[in-house]
DNA sequence: CTTGACTTTCACACGACGGCAAAGTTTATC
DNA sequence: GATAAACTTTGCCGTCGTGTGAAAGTCAAG
């Protein structure tokens, strides 16, 4: 019989987690004094604590190694149960080594940028979104507005409740100002009650929905266009990640007025993962992609990649 | 001025997350109605709510967020920050490949053994640890344990205060039974009072400090030697698990009596990181077949260091 | 018997919210 | 203006695996 303190040093756990171990039915000492509480193990108890400990550094929450231990779990049920597991910590390690691509491509920034605090990209996961859309080649950002302002009155003529803000989708790729720009305007709307605005519009607005997308976005203040540093700074951060453009811009138009100054824009660029030579997973998974021996040398970890394969 | 749920919708974060950031004073509202308490924010805010999931992103705590976008940082302090998060999360993603190898082998385990239960080795950091240590070429179990008998009874009669288990160190690599096994007597002593031990035993006895490595344990009961079942099982996990031997094996013997059946031990085999072709980054990139060569599955005597290099 | 080492339970703390409830507020509709 | 529906507030509990005490009782040695 080992008192408390003897069990803990040999399984190289504390007290405090004993105790807990106990409370939850995890591992109860073979003996508890009624009159004291003191509690009793013996050293047999030693093989499940290594059992625990083992299931622990897996990743496994301790009720569920309460269930592992206690009900007999069949080779097959327990051969689910890890496969499932496995699959959490490799998503888990795709997440953190998102979070490294993230820092190092911050870092970058920081030795490139000096001062400019130009920081303000964030990856979104955009919704579906039900839009009511319709298409122009106006010129120029007043004329658009107008446009846009003509559909939204129709809308609530119309009987339907539309969003409060407006999507300018950039459908061609000078940057949506120019002569030949083709820009959708796009409302959002609710998806009840917009029987036939199609036909009453004369077949001008259509109803359609944006596809869920993940978009780097950017949020500023000024002309809804015209700022190249915008756009810039977009594609700095897609190519500094690792990403690859995979949408036209959206411009969500959070503010909207007559001067410039009045205007708050985000810029909503749907992006993907680049799946070329310069993804962040051939450097930082440690792992190989096919095609390679390894061997030579540990994947540098510590090491950054080499810059030319990130330049923009 | 938008109300919190308009905003929640424009930074995709929930209500209750920024309450939660009002109260923590990471993200105020511009302004709060006095008698009703309604929270109202602004457009503009959406920019710092921005650099906030940006950072978070990264794994930052909101606690170190609030000191990073309110103390005005230099480019320099937020890049030695960034530095160390870097750091953080690489270190988290070792831990977490360090699973992902845990679990696969463990399934491969399962394929292999079908019934077998011989997964309780667990792997464990030992601590350095003062030991007075003495050699012996007892050929059995039995002798050696008479030997550490009579050790312990000359520590206590010294005076020191010993342990109350005794380890044995197997220095050459037949596995400790047999004609020209050399053993080494290990019991764990206190740093002070122990004086004169050395000479009073005639130099038989020494002090020295057992190196802290990293072990793959093993707890059985039985015989403390000549399970071989034993030694084949921490063989395959750590062949399975991509360690090679790092130090001669060491049996902590947790009790010890007459009969084989009274006796329970733990068998620690130091173990590191293997740096060759057959590493575990090469193994879990799904290009090794199940099966194995088994040139060198026994490491045996190649990796443990020479006898000279334990003397302390 | 005292001292000191050991044990017990109880309770709070962490981080970043989610969920729910009760109560008050605004907005839309009749 | 009344009423209902939608919205907002505060507040409290729960998470998960312990760390860190505090206060009180127990055991082993001198």
């Not at 003897?6 to 591992?27: C, H, K, N, P, W």
């Not at 120019?178 to 609710?190: F, R």
Request: some cysteine.
């Amino acid at each position: 019989m080992l008192k408390i303190s003897d069990f803990a040093r040999l399984g190289q756990v504390s007290m405090r987690t004993l105790r807990y171990y106990d409370e939850i039915g995890l591992l109860k000492p073979v003996q508890v004094d009624t009159l004291t509480g003191y509690r009793y193990y013996a050293v047999e108890q030693l093989t499940r604590l290594h059992r625990i400990l083992d299931l622990k550094e897996m990743g496994f929450e301790l009720a569920q190694i309460v269930q592992l231990l206690d009900e007999q779990v069949t080779p097959e049920q327990l051969r689910v149960v890890l496969q499932q597991r496995l699959a959490e910590v490799q998503q888990q390690i795709l997440i953190e080594q998102e979070r490294q691509a993230r820092i190092e491509a911050r870092l970058k920034q920081l030795v490139l940028d000096g001062q400019q605090t130009s920081y303000e990209v964030v990856l979104k996961r955009l919704k579906p979104q039900l839009v009511a859309a319709s298409r122009t080649t106006a010129p120029s950002v007043t004329l658009q507005l107008r446009f846009a302002r003509q559909m939204l009155q129709f809308l609530k003529d119309s009987g339907v409740k539309p969003g409060e803000h407006i999507l300018l989708l950039t459908l061609d790729a000078n940057g949506g100002e120019g002569e030949g720009s083709l820009v959708e305007v796009a409302i959002p709307v609710e998806g009840s009650s917009l029987g036939n605005i199609v036909e009453r519009s004369g077949g001008h607005i259509t109803i359609r929905e944006l596809p869920a997308v993940t978009a780097a976005t950017l949020l500023y203040r000024g002309d809804p266009y015209g700022l190249s540093e915008v756009y810039q700074s977009l594609a700095t951060w897609i190519e500094a990640h690792g990403y690859a453009v995979a949408g036209p811009y959206r411009h969500l138009l959070l503010q909207y007025g007559d001067e410039p100054e009045g205007c708050l824009t985000e810029v909503q660029l749907p992006v993907e993962r680049k799946e070329g030579g310069t993804s962040r997973l051939f450097f930082h998974s440690g792992r190989r992609p096919a095609g390679t021996e390894s061997g030579e040398k540990r994947a540098g970890r510590s090491c950054l990649p080499p810059v030319a394969s990130l330049k923009a």
